[in-house]
């Protein structure tokens, strides 16, 4: 039995609202249970340095918890003077993942800069913010489509991530805190609409799997990510 009583394959709750900031290009308060992020994008006309000259676009992420985002207030990085390595390796699994989705040639010289924020944590902060950060990504290029900026959609497929690990000997899908502090076996799934791998974050945290379970994860996370996909399309 799941602390929160759902099935095995059962996804918390979903919601994803838009426009929810007034100056940025794209925007969205992605909320999976009492997980909940708020998703910006960014535009800058010119692409990173290394890019120049290649007509290639980029897309790049931020992440950030807000102090009380948790049980326990946490310092703010800024004030610490630096990032933290798990920060760090965040905001580059929701960059990665995001360009996944993305004609980097239809975009041109050009950088999108998704920057999110989590306002509440309940387990499963990094795959809420790539799948809102798709959303807020989608609404930027929109706003780039109909002001004649770009003349192409550079978006090719949609993209969004969810949890799936080994709780109390059953494979489970979209993991809260409880479940995520407890599960043996604990990985990240980042997939396309079309249900192409983009990532996959696997570990055995208390006890090794089987070939045979990590196929059950897979299935059960192609499921979510169809849930996801859903809850973005309805957003937009």
Known sequence: MRPSGRKLSEMRPISIETGITKHAEGSCLIKVGDTHVLCTATVEEKAPSFLKGTGLGWVTAEYGMLPRATHSRNRRESAAGKQSGRTQEIQRLIGRSLR?????????????????????????????????????????????????????????????????????????????????????????????????????????????????????????????????????????
């Not at 929109?142 to 004649?148: R, T």
């Not at 249900?195 to 945290?205: D, F, G, I, T």
């Open 100 to 236: 996944a989705g993305i004609d980097r040639v239809a975009l041109g010289e050009k950088q999108i800069v998704v920057d999110c924020d989590v306002i509440q944590a309940d387990g499963g902060t990094r795959c809420a913010s790539i799948t809102g950060g798709w959303v807020a990504l989608r609404l930027a290029v929109n706003k780039m489509l109909k002001a004649g900026v770009l003349k192409t959609d550079p978006i090719v497929d949609h993209v969004a991530a969810v949890s799936c690990g080994i709780y109390g000997g059953q494979p489970i899908l979209d993991l809260d805190y409880l479940e995520d502090s407890e599960a043996g076996t604990d990985g990240n799934f980042i997939l396309t609409g079309a249900k192409k791998l983009v990532e996959v974050q696997m570990s055995a945290e208390g006890a090794t799997f089987s070939r045979d379970e990590m196929t059950q994860l897979l299935d059960l996370a192609e499921a979510g990510t169809d849930v996801l996909v859903a809850a973005q399309k309805a957003a937009l």
